[in-house]
C-alpha cells in the first residue's frame, strides 16, 4: 500500500494478525479497513494492553482515541451511506445472493440470483434477491462488504436496470 492507496480489508487483516489478533477476518464486518487500521495504530499507542482490547474497540466502533476530535459518527456515516447509495442505486445489483451466503450462511444451499437494490431505507441499502426474493439490508457499517473504491471493484453500469 502506498500513502496514495486507501487500505485494503487484506492490510486490515495483516495489521490484526500482526497484533496478534485470532481470526482478523471476522472484525472486516465491524468497520472499514481505515477505520480498523486507525484502531490498530491506538491500540500500538497503548502500554501492557493485550489483543483483546484491539478487538473490543473494533467490535464496538471505537477506532479513534476518545479524546481525539474526528467528525461526528452521524457526519462520517452519512457520507459513507450517500457514496454508496450512489455507487449502488435502485435497480442495480449488490452482490451475487452465493457471495452474502458464503459469508454469512456457509452452510446453506447456494442460490444462483443476485442480490438487487430495492430501495435506500434510513441509513442501509436494502436488496432482494431476483431468484428466491430473499431480502437483506446493508447498514451503513456493513456496506464495505459491497465493494469499495479500497477494493478497486468497480460495478459495471450494464448491472443498472
Not at 30 to 43: D, F, K, T, V
Not at 46 to 53: A, E, F, S, T
Request: aromatic share 6%.
Amino acid at each position: 500500500m502506498t500513502d496514495d492507496d486507501e487500505p485494503t480489508p487484506i492490510d486490515a487483516v495483516r495489521a490484526l494478525r500482526t497484533r496478534g489478533v485470532n481470526d482478523p477476518d471476522d472484525l472486516l464486518e465491524c468497520g472499514s479497513p481505515a477505520e480498523i487500521l486507525a484502531a490498530c495504530h491506538r491500540w500500538d499507542r497503548q502500554q501492557n494492553v493485550k489483543p483483546g482490547l484491539l478487538v473490543h474497540w473494533i467490535r464496538n466502533g471505537q477506532f479513534h482515541d476518545p479524546g481525539v476530535v474526528h467528525a461526528s459518527k452521524t457526519a462520517v456515516h452519512q457520507a459513507r451511506f450517500d457514496e454508496y447509495a450512489q455507487r449502488f442505486p435502485v435497480g442495480s445489483v449488490a452482490e451475487p445472493h452465493d457471495r452474502l451466503q458464503q459469508r454469512r450462511w456457509p452452510e446453506d444451499e447456494r442460490c444462483p440470483g443476485r442480490m438487487i437494490v430495492v430501495d435506500h431505507a434510513g441509513l442501509s441499502i436494502v436488496a432482494e434477491c431476483d431468484a428466491c426474493q430473499f431480502e437483506a439490508a446493508y447498514p451503513v457499517r456493513a456496506m464495505h462488504v459491497l465493494g469499495g473504491p479500497y477494493l478497486r471493484e468497480a460495478q459495471p453500469p450494464e448491472e443498472v436496470f
